[in-house]
């Protein structure tokens, strides 16, 4: 029995994708719901390699010849990947390319007065290939400019990225700030530093904005700023009442022992906080303390503030 010339190219065509299909398809092995992290610098060969071994693919060479006849195996996109379903080696290849990776943004609410202390801390709890101690020497040099906001990441992010994320949203809330700044007569430092301590000390914008009055009338007048906030971030602790031996601890920061502004921010105000460093309230009050349930009251002398401690504390 002869097959004709069209027989055997059909059966042959037939063959070829038979073998490509049982080729492409996903290992028998697969798990749903895998992880593959892809790290920068990998070789396509290695990336390969790596997602047969997590049973993602069964035949790494494949993967690799799709990927280089694609003429874009240079843009595989590294980071964390989910394979939740089995998939052929095209659909991963494709994956791979795209930078679909299969989870979720992660969100992350930064609240206004957040220290980059904290925020390692968060990040590293939501961002698990993160670290917290990297974080923290990344973002230190910038605390007070790291606005605080809710922010969307990828699995995948790094460290850099989140900061560099977190400081262009500084940049862009302050923008429309800049004449207002210049017309204030400080400097944008003097006004996130003096900002950061009002985020600290007062909670509404009506006490932010007398807080913020207060505190630039005693550097007008020469007096130490005396805010308790500042040992919080002395001592790296959450609770700002300082005992008499802090009020001695030997740091610039200390404003009992040093006039004027410490020097860089305590944590990273929002914008309330920062609108009340450049606009504060024109008062004639120089002390004010806050009460067991949150009322600030204020003095013009210190012998009312002492009237109001005996009063209210």
């Not at 992290?37 to 390969?48: C, K, L, M, N």
């Not at 001695?248 to 410490?262: A, E, I, R």
Request: neutral net charge; hydrophobic residues 40%; charged residues 20%.
């Amino acid at each position: 029995m002869r097959f004709s010339r069209r027989e055997i190219i059909g059966v042959a065509l037939a063959f070829f994708l038979v073998v490509i299909y049982l080729a492409a398809r996903p290992p028998a092995s697969f798990t749903s719901g895998t992880i593959v992290r892809i790290e920068h610098g990998t070789s396509v060969p290695d990336i390969a390699t790596e997602l047969a071994r997590a049973h993602i693919v069964e035949h790494p060479t494949i993967l690799r010849t799709i990927l280089r006849l694609s003429g874009q195996s240079e843009q595989v996109q590294t980071g964390v990947y989910q394979f939740a379903a089995p998939e052929n080696v095209l659909t991963i290849a494709r994956r791979l390319i795209a930078g679909d990776y299969g989870l979720p943004p992660v969100r992350i609410t930064f609240v206004e007065g957040v220290t980059v202390r904290e925020a390692a801390a968060q990040v590293a709890d939501a961002l698990p290939t993160t670290s917290a101690a990297n974080f923290f020497v990344l973002a230190k040099p910038h605390e007070g400019y790291l606005f605080p906001d809710t922010y969307f990441f990828q699995p995948s992010t790094d460290e850099a990225t989140i900061v560099s994320t977190m400081q262009a949203n500084f940049t862009a809330k302050v923008a429309p700030m800049e004449k207002d700044i210049t017309a204030s007569g400080h400097s944008l430092s003097e006004i996130v530093t003096m900002a950061s301590l009002i985020e600290k000390e007062a909670r509404t914008t009506a006490d932010r904005r007398m807080v913020a009055g207060i505190l630039w009338n005693r550097i007008k007048a020469g007096m130490p700023l005396q805010v308790d906030a500042v040992f919080g971030y002395i001592f790296n602790r959450d609770t700002y009442s300082p005992s008499y031996a802090d009020l001695k601890v030997d740091s610039l920061y200390n404003t009992y022992l040093h006039k004027g502004l410490p020097p860089g921010p305590i944590c990273n105000p929002g914008l309330d906080a920062l609108e009340a460093a450049i606009t504060p309230t024109a008062t004639d009050y120089l002390y004010y303390l806050t009460d067991k349930n949150g009322i600030m009251h204020y003095a013009t002398t210190y012998a009312a503030h002492q009237s109001n401690q005996r009063k209210y504390l």
